[in-house]
């Protein structure tokens, strides 16, 4: 047999000494392809109003379970924020320098003008 484990009986585990088949996403028992069902085929469809009301409450409902940051941790991020854009202007900035002058030094070496 060859390594694949293609057949039933190629790996040890099951009684028909097969091992189970794994399923890939989307797949539903067995292996077959899960079936979505689309919430328009069962509902009929609700007018502007209805969708925009739902939505609405959809919104609120999120929102309250959403966890707000106090005043403390936003300060304190924002501190950390601006300390880091700081230093990475600051760093990109003597690097571009430093290029520029390596640059000019190899120019001049080659007497470019």
């Known amino acids: 047999m060859t390594a694949s484990h293609d057949e039933p009986g190629d790996l ?3 009684p028909s000494g097969g091992a ?3 399923a890939r996403y989307g797949e539903g028992p067995e292996g077959r392809p899960a079936r979505r069902e689309r919430a328009e085929a069962e509902h009929p469809r609700d007018g502007f109003f209805e969708r925009s009301g739902k939505f ?8 309250g379970r959403t ?3 106090t005043a403390h941790e936003v300060r304190n991020t924002t501190i ?11 760093y990109l900035f003597v690097i571009d320098r430093l290029f520029v002058f390596l640059l000019d030094q190899v120019g001049k070496l080659f007497g470019a003008a």
């Open 67 to 69: 966890t707000w940051p």
């Open 56 to 63: 609405v409450r959809d919104v609120r409902s999120e929102l």
């Open 12 to 14: 040890p585990g099951t």
């Open 20 to 22: 189970p088949r794994m």
């Open 80 to 90: 950390i924020t601006i300390i880091a854009v700081a230093f990475f202007a600051t």
